[in-house]
């Protein structure tokens, strides 16, 4: 049951696929529907409905309203249960990606299973604390449980615990740089951890899949936008490659056994529960405490940067979609140059940043562009944030909660060596 016109937060009509669903109506519900169906460019007609339908400019309450044909995206305010609550399992879980999905599932009424092996490429208390916010909130719906990729008997355990309706998959070991010091490493996780999750899905009938692929696939790719159809030989770092591999396995799963995949291209993506490691949250740590930031070449690279809650609204329309396989770009559409996005960090936090300037590293591309064309149209993908509002954003979250997990992490590393 849809709710009353009150609950009415955004509603986005696509043209893809239909939804049955039934509206309790009255004359504020009939009036609310018909206005954003004007304002999705509709501006003339009939619902169609089990009662014959009505026209926008009737204000007649009715009993009932079944909508056919017509597809939605329903934001509630507050948050309601979804019709068909599935269980979902999100590998890297308790990650800034991972953790923010799960809590829009649990808000939506699905059940979650995060998995997350809290490796140290990053202060684990921040994945535990993501764990926490996210377990505040689904209650019994949300289960953590801690496991590597790379264990099959670990992986085989986690898909025995419960018949998970679809996987989104998010572990990986991320990071460009670090990829030259440790290929061997990426591969191993990247790649045969994705092998041994799509095998136990395989062994027990998990079909729909949305795997977490990267921009770093495009290397030196000089057509900009960067769009999906784009030839993408020639990637620059291990990570590239693990996630070209991945990829193709996806393909190949799709193609043999009738998965169901989505293969999501993430451009560069901030907002709250950022990584530490990431450039935005490292530049606003440094500015904040008056220490210089290492900024790599003169500030002309460009990055297309996503704000979080977009990258969600793409991953969750994956979900509601039978896409067969495809890939998509999940981006702003927006480039930035570093020395712009350094500009509105400096603006958000009140303070001027030290640059201590390095040359272009290895493996780094000097821009990123999303073409996100095929996403609107097939997932009805439309970003919301531009950088300028997500910055202060990110940086209201990393006063509020960012810098304190700093400091936790800072106090233990400090008692542990006192001890």
Known sequence: MLPPANLFRRITFLEECSCNASLPL????????????KEAGRDSGDFPGRTGGFQFSSLKPL????????????????????????????????GFIGSNVAERLLRAGHAVWAFDDLNEYYPAVFKRQNIAEVAAIGGSRFQFRRGDITDRAGVDRIFSETAFDQVIHLAARAGVRPSLLEPALYQRVNVEGTVNLLEAGRERGVKKWVIASSSSVYGLNSKMPFSENDPIFSPIS?????????????????????????????????????RPDLAIFKFATQIDAGR???????????????????????????TERSLGYEIFNLGESQTVRLDQLIALLEH?????AILDRQPLQPGDVPRTYADISKAATL???????RVEEGIPRFVEWFRTFGRGRLQDEELRINTEGRG
């Open 238 to 274: 291990p990570y590239a490659a693990s996630k070209l591999a991945c990829e193709a396995l996806g393909h190949v799963y799709h193609h043999i056994y009738g998965f169901d995949v989505a293969m999501l291209r993430f451009f560069t993506v901030y907002g709250p529960r950022q």
């Open 348 to 352: 958000a936090l009140g303070r001027e």
């Open 63 to 94: 009993p009932s309203l079944t909508l056919r044909k017509i597809s939605l995206r329903i934001v509630f305010d507050p948050p309601l249960s979804t019709v068909c609550p599935m269980n979902f399992l999100i590998t890297g879980g308790a």
């Open 379 to 385: 997932l009805g993908y439309r970003p919301q944030t």
């Open 26 to 37: 009255n004359g504020s519900a009939e009036s609310t529907v018909g206005r954003f169906w």
């Open 292 to 318: 210089p930031i290492t900024v790599f070449g003169d500030g002309s690279t460009a990055r297309d940067y996503t704000f979080i809650d977009d990258i969600v609204d793409g991953i969750v329309a994956c």
